[in-house]
């Protein structure tokens, strides 16, 4: 989170000499980064980054504490001064006033409220005014721009209604309700969902759209002479859904989500009390409303100080880390070999165990004090990963026989899941899809791939010949997560014999032994007649055409031959070594022979193959209805042929077609 800060105001915590080039330079070594520095006549301004876990740091009195500990490490004198965590707010109970709150279960951490009369609405004084024009926020009048002033100098925002223009002083903080209007300050009008946290007053109108902005309906103006301050700590996760979706990302909002310290609540409150009787005359009327369901037990870590040394690598004395965990708010018990520290209230979320507590003694004393040691290990090489190996083999040989790498997203919609065929029942659905396009996790790559082919048809040479290497999701019993199988699919525009080839051709390029491919009639939901791809006994994909009703469903007017093979299953077959086989001393005698028979082209080359040893490759051709050409090489390993043997061994082949 960026903020923008004064030097002023962080000094207003921070008691030390160090000018703001000190400052700002010794603090990003080991604290919050200040990224920017700018001189604004007197002032200087700093633009601070904040990292998600640390938004006690995102005030004036965070980045001073840390200055104060971090400056002190560089013999630098800081003193941490005015901790509002120190001070003890006293309210009067017994005032006339009396204001309800209903809250519902689980919307805020803490609620804290009071009610002023007679106040005075007028410009803020100059210094402060500047003050907040410095820091990037637009002064309003005396009694909002303390909520703004006290949000940068503490961290904790609050808010301020109109108390009369409130219909009773009976008021609900609630969910919101789906389809529910609120027109907020800035006088934008919002749909609001359900869920979203809002306050809404006897009337039933909403006057609050809780730590993102005030609604309009009570807004502070010229004309208030009653209020009603608040500072409440909200549920974070809603609030953060809330500024996300309705992008609305204000100060209060980017604080809330990140969760300030429920226990700034009461000290802050007494702090804009004591600023608006100051500022605006006013006078509290109402006794303290203090809503607060946390019970949060003391939160104990241990830190051994040999521990400590062994996990940073260096030697830290006891007495230092005691006084950097000391500087930076933790207390506890001290003895020999540990300390037992007391996590403060604003670092409760993060710190729970003892790393936690070295990371913050490291971060103060220096990273950069310590030794830049390469660790003094072998690490064993392995083997990779067996998959990932197959993926590129396969992208490289398909790329080089011309197919093009497609990349689809892993959702596809409810329709093109009818289109194809696929029962949506089968697959998994999103309980907050962005849109319907992405509603549901793919089981197949096919259903994509053949909408690439429909966007490209006409636009560019056929044929088309694609490829995607990617996971598909299946429902995995009854566990949460899906089942991942790697899947590869190939979709071209060839002829089907001239696809089998390339599969058959690819399968041998990563070593597959023992390819065969089963004719079956249907391959799966969205193909017609095709192939089954095995090796050995192991099914490795299925290869065929898609049924013509759904390439008229998706308006695809060519006839593609797709293959799909699960890379999990290719990998587990692949072959890690080479077999080599020396050239024969005599070479082989090449003959076209072409035979009659209804069988399938797999079958009549094992029917050929099988007819002698002395045939060593066989070369399909051509087709013409049911006669098929192959070149055939024959060849002996210890002699030369002669025709007479090889006219036998093409009797013995057509005698067996033609049986």
Known sequence: MDIVLTDSSIR?????????????????????????????????????????????????????????????????PAKFINDIYQEKPVFRPGLPKQFHF??????????????????????????????????GLRPVNNCVDITNELTLLYGMPSH??????????????????EGEWITTLDDEKHRLVAGDIVIEDGSGRLVDLCGIMGGQVAEVDEHTKNILLIVPAYEPKKI????????????????????????????????????????????????????????????????????????????????????????????????????????????YPDINIKEDLAEEVARIYGYFRLPSNLPCVNLPSEDGDPILNAERTLKRYLSDIGYHEIYNSSLVSLELLEKTGLNPENHLKLNNALSQDYEYLRTSLVPSGLMNHKHNQGKIDEPLKTFEIANCYLKNNDQELPFEVSTLTTISNE??????????????????PDISFKQVKRVNTFFRAGSEIFSGKQLLGHLGLVKPTILRSIDLQTEPVVTEINLSHLAGQMSTGYNYQPISEYPYIVENITVSSHQPLGDIIHTINSAS???????????????????????????????????????TILKCLSA
Not at 635 to 651: C, F, M, P, T, Y
């Open 12 to 76: 207003k915590f921070l008691d030390t000499s160090a000018n703001s080039d000190v400052l700002s330079q010794n603090v990003s070594l080991c604290g919050p980064t200040f990224d920017r520095t700018k001189q604004i006549g007197d002032d200087y301004v700093y633009d601070i980054e904040a990292i998600t876990n640390r938004i006690d740091t995102a005030s004036a009195m965070g980045v001073a504490r840390e200055a104060a500990a971090i400056l002190t490490q560089f013999n630098i």
């Open 102 to 135: 209903n809250i519902e279960k689980s919307l805020v951490l803490r609620f804290s409220a009071i009610a002023i009369e007679n106040i005075s609405i007028k410009p803020s004084p100059k210094d402060v005014a500047l003050f907040l024009e410095n820091c």
């Open 160 to 177: 301020i209604f109109d108390l009369d223009k409130l219909a009773v002083q009976n008021l609900t903080i609630r969910p919101s309700v």
């Open 240 to 347: 953060r859904q809330t500024s996300l979706r309705l992008q609305k990302r204000t100060v209060a909002a980017q604080l809330y989500e990140k969760q300030p310290d429920p226990e700034l609540c009461l000290p802050v409150l007494y702090k804009a009390v004591q600023l608006i009787k100051e500022r605006a005359g006013g006078e509290i009327s109402s006794p303290l409303f203090d809503h607060y369901p946390l019970n949060l037990p003391a939160k104990l870590v241990p830190l051994e100080f040999e521990w400590l040394n062994n996990f940073i690598g260096i030697e830290i004395n006891p007495e230092t880390v005691v006084s950097i965990l000391a500087s930076l708010g933790f207390g506890g018990t001290l003895d020999s070999h540990q300390i037992t520290c007391t996590v403060p209230s604003w670092r």
């Open 495 to 512: 002829n089907f014999r001239k696809v089998k080839g390339e599969v058959e051709a690819l399968l041998m390029k990563v070593r597959v």
């Open 613 to 651: 040893t002395l045939i060593k490759e066989i070369q399909y051709l051509e087709s013409y209805h049911d006669r098929h050409t192959f070149k055939v090489s024959f060849g002996s390993d210890a002699r030369n042929l002669q025709q007479s043997e090889i006219n036998v061994i093409k009797d």
